[in-house]
């Protein structure tokens, strides 16, 4: 089973590219909560899914820090559990007055708890100058020595970038049946995080239309 969460969450966790746009990092961090068929699954749900979820998304990260190394305790999976759910209470404050993703509404954190515990995770940087395949790019060494501590601070930085950035206002809840994903709307003809989430959501309204015939 463990084996299922962690190679379907691998594939998820790449950026995904909707209507010519690469999700950011805090839109991902939040999604790591997905439906499926069989219920809910987590890309934190265990050790394992969460580093290959942190390598995943290691180019994103912007942190001094080399994650093929890092194996997250459980301690670490459930702070970075935490973490995640304090930037869902982000989201569903954003969208307000629209009803949040319906996965953990009625669990998360009150939002000004959730506020504070993600300003109170980044910590001081310096600024680097990294090299990559694609070239130069902006990197930052935070200020502490704990594997933990740069992830968390470079995930919450990610977060605080993300909301004061030009494309929070884009934010929205997917409608389509079982769906608890948040996505942005980047297109005025886009109304679902997915073409597969269309398709469901037109398939229901279809049937039922028919029930009611």
Not at 117 to 123: E, K, L, M
Request: hydrophobic share 40%; net charge neutral; glycine share 4%.
């Amino acid at each position: 089973m463990c084996l299922d969460v962690r190679t379907s969450w691998l594939r998820s966790a790449i950026p995904v590219r909707i209507w010519g746009m690469v999700d950011p990092l805090a839109l991902r961090l939040a999604n790591t909560i997905r439906a499926t068929s069989r219920g809910l699954t987590d890309a934190f749900a265990t050790p394992e899914s969460t580093r290959d979820w942190l390598r995943a998304n290691a180019a994103h990260l912007r942190v001094y820090l080399d994650l093929d190394d890092y194996l997250p305790s459980e301690a670490d999976r459930t702070a970075l559990v935490d973490l995640r759910q304090n930037v869902r209470s982000l989201f569903a404050e954003y969208v307000a007055p629209q009803p949040p993703s319906s996965a953990d509404a009625a669990v998360l954190p009150p939002f000004p708890e959730a506020l504070a515990a993600i300003n109170n995770a980044t910590a001081p940087s310096q600024r680097l100058l990294g090299w990559g395949r694609n070239g130069p790019r902006a990197d930052e060494r935070l200020l502490t020595a704990d594997d933990l501590d740069t992830v968390m601070a470079g995930l919450a930085d990610a977060t605080i970038e993300f909301f004061t950035g030009p494309v929070a206002s884009q934010i929205r809840v997917c409608p389509a049946p079982r769906c608890v994903r948040y996505f942005l709307k980047s297109h005025p003809r886009q109304e679902w995080c997915s073409v597969a989430c269309g398709n469901r959501a037109r398939a229901a309204r279809h049937y039922a239309q028919h029930r009611e015939d």
